[in-house]
DNA sequence: AATTCCAGCAACCGCTTTTGT
DNA sequence: TACAAAAGCGGTTGCTGGAAT
C-alpha cells in the first residue's frame, strides 16, 4: 500500500497559523530543540502536522531569518545561483543566510523571472530570448532547469566564464563577487557540502554565537525584537519565560 | 464607493531522498 | 539488502491587500 499520510488528517488543522500557534511552536522549539517534526505538535500542543510545524519554522518563525525585500546583491546571487543550479531552491537559500527556500522560489517567480523577461533572458536558461534556439556551448547550465542533465562537475569547471555571461551587472555586489570568485565555495555547492551559514540554527539552539560572522546575520536579539514588533504578543506571550538565563541575559545585553 | 483584477506570499501537497532497523 | 519511517524539497494553490476601473 501507499504510504502513511505525515498526519492523521483527522483533527488536523490547516490554513494560516495564529499567533497563539506560532506562540506555543516557539515556545516548545526554543525549550526543546528540533526534534523529531511528528513529534511535535503533539508535544507542543499544537493540531497541525509535524511537516506544517517545520514549514512554519523553517519559513517564518526562525530567528535568524531576515525580513523583507531581497536585496540587489541577494537578488543578483540568486539569479546567478539559479543559473548553474536551476530550481534547487533550498541550494541557493543555503547560500544567502536569514533566507529560505520558499521566500526565494516565491521572489523568483514573482519579481525576478519577470525582470529578466524584461531584460530579454530567459529566465529558465538564462540565455538571450532572442538566441534561445542556439545550442550552445554554455549547455554548462542552461540545463539545469530541463531534465538535469548537468553533471554537477559541469557547474564547477564552467563556473569562472559563466559568471560573466548570466546577466550580471558589472558593479553588482560584493556578496556575488566573493562567492562567484571563491572556487572552493562554487566547489561546496556542488558537493553538498553544508551551508556555510544557517548551520547554526540547525540544532535550533539560541546559542547563535556562531551567527554573527561577516555575513552580517542577523542577531539572535535583533530577530527576537523583530518578532516582538511584527506580531501583536510580547516575549511573555511568547514564553519565552522559559529561556534559561544565559539566553535571557543575551537578550539583554542587545540594547 | 463598489467591484474586479492582479501580484505577492504563506501554506499545502505529493514526490524524492535520507536515515534507521 | 530491503523495507519503512521521517525529513526535505519543489510545484502549486488559495488567501489577502492594493491598484485599477
Redesign the pocket.
Given at each position: 500500500m501507499?504510504?502513511?499520510?505525515?498526519c492523521d488528517?483527522l483533527g488536523v488543522?490547516?490554513?494560516?497559523?495564529t499567533a497563539e500557534e506560532d506562540r506555543k511552536l516557539i515556545n516548545f522549539i526554543l525549550t526543546n530543540g528540533?526534534?523529531?517534526?511528528?513529534?511535535?505538535p503533539k508535544l507542543a500542543g499544537l493540531r497541525?502536522?509535524?511537516?506544517?510545524c517545520?514549514?512554519?519554522w523553517?519559513?517564518?518563525l526562525r530567528p535568524d531569518l531576515k525580513r523583507?525585500?531581497l536585496s540587489e546583491d541577494e537578488e543578483q546571487l540568486v539569479i546567478d545561483l539559479h543559473a548553474r543550479?536551476?530550481?534547487?531552491?533550498?541550494?541557493?537559500?543555503?547560500r544567502l543566510p536569514g533566507r529560505t527556500?520558499?521566500?526565494i522560489?516565491?521572489?523568483w517567480?514573482?519579481?525576478i523571472k519577470?525582470k529578466l523577461l524584461k531584460m530579454g533572458i530567459d529566465p529558465v536558461t538564462h540565455q538571450p530570448l532572442n538566441k534561445e534556439s542556439k545550442p550552445e556551448e554554455r549547455s554548462s547550465h542552461a540545463e539545469t532547469?530541463g531534465d538535469n542533465n548537468t553533471t554537477e562537475n559541469d557547474g564547477i569547471t564552467n563556473s569562472s566564464e559563466e559568471n560573466s555571461s548570466t546577466t550580471p551587472t558589472e558593479n553588482s555586489s560584493t556578496l556575488l563577487d566573493s562567492i562567484c570568485n571563491d572556487e572552493s565555495l562554487l566547489t561546496s555547492l556542488w558537493l553538498?557540502e553544508p551551508p556555510l551559514v544557517d548551520a547554526s540554527w540547525?540544532d535550533a539552539t539560541p546559542a547563535t554565537e556562531t551567527c554573527n560572522n561577516e555575513t552580517s546575520l542577523p542577531s539572535w536579539e535583533d530577530n527576537i525584537a523583530w518578532l516582538l514588533d511584527c506580531q501583536d504578543f510580547g516575549i511573555q506571550d511568547f514564553g519565552f519565560d522559559c529561556l534559561d538565563d544565559n539566553e535571557l541575559n543575551r537578550s539583554k545585553t542587545v540594547a
Open positions: 501507499g504510504r502513511q499520510p505525515c488528517k488543522k490547516k490554513g494560516p497559523w528540533q526534534c523529531c517534526w511528528r513529534a511535535v497541525r502536522c509535524g511537516k506544517s517545520r514549514l512554519r523553517t519559513n517564518y523583507g525585500l543550479l536551476g530550481n534547487r531552491w533550498s541550494k541557493i537559500a543555503a527556500d520558499n521566500e522560489k516565491n521572489h517567480n514573482t519579481h519577470k532547469s553538498d540547525n
